[in-house]
């Protein structure tokens, strides 16, 4: 079944032949308030098969026909490049002479990257099912490294043939290089936990996989985040979680090292959030 998903999408991005598009420029977005590019209709040129870039990918192309510009997200993470932002790898002001395509909607979890992501879930199915069926910590470990080397190797080779490692478009090598790493990341940790018996300094993993459910929910989806800026003083900037961000860009004289340091700070939260709610017996389940 992953071989035959993995197929369907090589042969759809590879396959479809993406023609011409329009789209409606979103002036509401307040990155991009370069005057020149006001509000009207932008038409990107196309009329190929087989690109993998951000303007006439068969990705984007499905998502528009299936769902409708409207549906799309309007913020793509193609907007930090060096062709549509002068802040790249950050969001930007628009440079001079950038493409139109610097403003169209992309969605990375659209309809074929989402098959790509069911794909992943099945690499996932294969580690589960060699802790319930291997009943030895040698039978695991080799059987996690053979399949990890085989999902990696396979992501460098797919890569040199020309599909590169593409998140946006969960592209096959992507998949296999992401399932690979996570693998061997597995099997590391098994080793110094489960095998080796090293497991205080790493009671931080095991708090955030008791409740995996309800820190993503809250974290990664920025339900808590949004509600703690919902309280701020005077503006809407002047809220908690704004105002330690740029305290610690402050303190590391660096806006990448400061939110860096704000992400690790965000993780050890969520992880003594999670301790809490194991000390009180709580845990949220599917």
Request: aromatic share 12%; with cysteine.
């Amino acid at each position: 079944m992953a071989i035959m998903i993995s197929a369907l999408y090589i042969g759809l991005v590879f396959g479809l032949y993406v023609p011409n598009w329009e789209f409606t420029v979103q002036t509401s977005n307040s990155t991009f308030s370069n005057p020149s590019n006001g509000v009207g209709i932008k038409t990107i040129q196309c009329g190929l098969r087989g690109s993998l870039g951000p303007p006439c990918n068969a990705v984007g192309f499905v998502d528009r026909v299936l769902l409708g510009e409207s549906h799309l997200y309007k913020n793509p993470v193609y907007k930090r490049t060096k062709e549509c932002s002068i802040n790249s790898p950050d969001y930007g002001r628009l440079p001079p002479n950038a493409p139109d395509w610097c403003l169209a909607p992309f969605d990375p979890e659209g309809l074929l990257s989402t098959l790509m992501a069911a794909v992943s879930c099945f690499v996932g199915l294969h580690f589960g099912h060699v802790l319930i069926h291997c009943k030895t910590h040698s039978q695991r470990m080799v059987s996690w490294l053979l399949a990890s080397t085989v999902l990696t190797v396979s992501g460098f080779l797919l890569q040199l043939l020309g599909m590169p490692f593409s998140k946006p478009l969960y592209t096959v090598s992507y998949m296999l290089l992401a399932g690979g790493v996570s693998g061997f990341l597995l099997l590391l940790l098994y080793c110094i936990v489960d095998v080796i018996h090293i497991k205080k300094p790493l009671i931080l993993f095991q708090w955030m996989g008791m409740n995996a459910l309800i820190v993503y929910v809250l974290a990664a989806c920025e339900l808590f985040p949004t509600l703690i800026q919902g309280f701020y003083w005077r503006s809407p900037e002047n809220n908690l979680v704004d105002a330690t961000e740029c305290l610690l860009q402050a303190i590391f004289h660096s806006k990448r090292w400061g939110t860096l340091a704000f992400v690790l700070v965000e993780i050890i939260f969520w992880c003594l959030a999670a301790c809490f709610l194991h000390m009180k017996g709580v845990y949220l389940r599917l």
